[in-house]
């Protein structure tokens, strides 16, 4: 008996010594997992950063496009190769991009704080421009074919050649925005406080309408916005101009009639940056609608008069604009119709009417009866000016606006419309086209009849965008672009070689082109 007891008690023992091993052996209890969370403070979307107290939002859209008729995706056949209308002008331009943004938010006792990133990776069919060359050589300047250096490499006997050498896979990278918001304060790269809020889209795709300023890919700025309540704001803004805001200023004295034909009326001479844009803006945004007005003032700063310091310079010319919008939502038409419309006059600061993806430069080709080909050009500067004299600003106005109608939750149309003219001062006028219409630099020419640097662009379109499912959507946009310019008769030019155009009389006209641009975006 005590033998058996001995058994059964050593066995007890060497299974309690056993199951303390394994004990030993469990890992210890691991913490729970902490599982990201909705953040319902700034609306749908919005995600707790885990382990903070910041939401973080991420969302942006895949697009692809053509646009026929045009070399570039956005714009008209207005300048260059796209003006020339020859073989060297594109019927289509194809485009494919991925926009990326990040939104995050943190509340603090001062208010949200915001930061908002917006990049885009794209790849755009280029172009090909004429050489000159006895042999009808032709130059890439698009995103491919560029060497170490920069330059479009040059083909030989007629051809081309393309490289990737320096890109990624010859496609392109860009920074629409970058800024921090703080207490009312707006830090870095985002759309200026002078736009309206629909920049340079009252109902179109189409970006190149004049009639408004339009930084749809954000200008660097400090500003500061004072909320009064039941939508009223007012915003006080310093913003980079030296990216978006320079339309040229133009020393006449190195103007040239083979240059004004290709939309050049002297040497750019454009100094260092000195000043920013200085913006004001008040803005009512309520169920009825909205009405913003804005102003701006623009420091005009030169370089010299020639290649040195010793040749003197003019004087800066501080240049202004003003702009006001209305927006008119719940009309009778149907739930989701509005209206957008805008006007602006500028004084020496053209590119708040004739915004950065529309240009103020026109050389345009086309069919004559009378002569080789017909020509339409013209320029808008912020100012002209000749050596030993003082700058002469360049005065436009403009409008634009769009009426979109929704005829079902898939369907939408809009018809849209812009109108910008420039005018020149007594200098432009009299350097370029000389007294009554006389001697200058283009006026004095054989076959010129009329001669006037002032011009107007008129604008006129329709989209219509068919939304299957959420957030795809599909649109076609057709848009026709008139240039209005005040030359007439027939001139002998030998215009610039990248057209390859040839010494010829060319017959002075107005110029018309139209461009169709069909997209699908899916935005996520």
């Not at 908002?116 to 060359?133: A, C, E, I, K, M």
């Not at 629909?198 to 916005?225: A, E, H, I, R």
């Amino acid at each position: 008996m005590k033998l058996v007891k001995s058994l059964l008690l050593g066995s007890a023992a060497g299974l309690i010594a056993v199951g303390g091993a394994q004990a030993a052996d469990l890992p210890v209890k691991a913490k729970a997992v902490e599982y990201v969370k909705i953040c319902s403070l700034y609306g749908a979307g919005f995600y707790y950063i885990p382990g903070t107290d910041t939401c973080i939002k991420l969302g942006g859209y895949l697009r692809a496009e053509v646009a026929l008729n045009t070399n570039s995706d956005y714009g008209a056949q207005t300048t260059t190769n796209n003006g020339s209308r020859n073989r060297l002008t594109n019927y289509y331009t194809m485009r494919a991009r991925e926009d990326f943004n990040i939104d995050t938010r943190t509340a603090t006792e001062y208010g949200v704080v915001r930061t908002f990133f917006d990049g885009v990776f794209s790849w755009t069919t280029g172009n090909y421009q004429g050489l000159g060359s006895a042999t009808g050589g032709t130059q890439y300047s698009g995103t491919l074919g560029l060497n170490a250096a920069g330059t479009g490499l040059a083909g030989s006997s007629g051809g081309a050649v393309n490289s990737t050498d320096g890109n990624t896979s010859g496609g392109s990278l860009g920074v629409y925005y970058a800024f921090i918001q703080f207490a009312g304060f707006t830090m870095g790269k985002a759309v200026s406080q002078f736009d309206a809020p629909w920049n340079n889209y009252p109902g179109n795709n189409y970006d190149s309408l004049v009639g408004g300023s339009g930084t749809v890919t954000g200008v660097n700025q400090f500003s500061y916005t004072a909320d009064f309540g039941q939508g009223i704001t007012a915003a006080f803004s310093a913003e980079d101009a030296t990216q978006y805001y320079q339309a040229g200023n133009l020393n006449m004295t190195g103007a040239t009639a083979a240059g004004m034909v290709g939309g050049a009326y002297g040497t750019n001479a454009i100094g260092g940056s000195r000043s920013p844009n200085l913006v004001a803006m008040l803005r009512v945004d309520q169920a009825w609608g909205l009405f913003q007005a804005s102003v701006a003032a623009h420091d005009n700063h030169v370089g010299y008069y020639g290649a040195t310091e010793l040749t003197g310079h003019p004087d800066d010319k501080w240049g202004w604009a003003v702009q006001l919008a209305l927006s008119i939502k719940n009309i009778p038409t149907g739930a989701g119709d509005v209206i957008n419309i805008q006007g602006v006059y500028t004084d020496g600061a053209t590119r708040y009417n004739f915004q950065n993806l529309a240009g103020s430069s026109y050389s345009m080709f086309g069919n004559s009866g009378t002569a080789y080909q017909s020509v339409g050009f013209a320029n808008a500067p912020d100012t002209v000016y000749v050596t030993g004299s003082s700058q002469e600003t360049v005065k436009t106005w403009g409008f634009r606006g769009a009426y979109t109608h929704n005829w079902d939750p898939y369907w939408n149309t809009a018809i849209y419309g812009a109108y910008a003219q420039a005018q020149f001062g007594s200098l432009g006028k009299t350097t370029l086209c000389g007294v009554g219409g006389a001697g200058g630099v283009f006026g004095g020419l054989a076959g010129v009849t009329g001669c006037n640097p002032d011009f107007a662009i008129g604008q006129a379109g329709i989209i219509t965008r068919w939304t299957p499912v959420k957030n795809l959507t599909f649109s076609a946009d057709l848009a026709w672009t008139h240039l209005d310019q005040k030359y007439s008769g027939t001139v002998g030019v030998t215009p610039s070689s990248v057209t390859a155009k040839p010494t010829a009389f060319y017959e002075l006209k107005d110029q018309d082109t139209v461009t169709l641009l069909l997209r699908a975006q899916r935005n996520w």
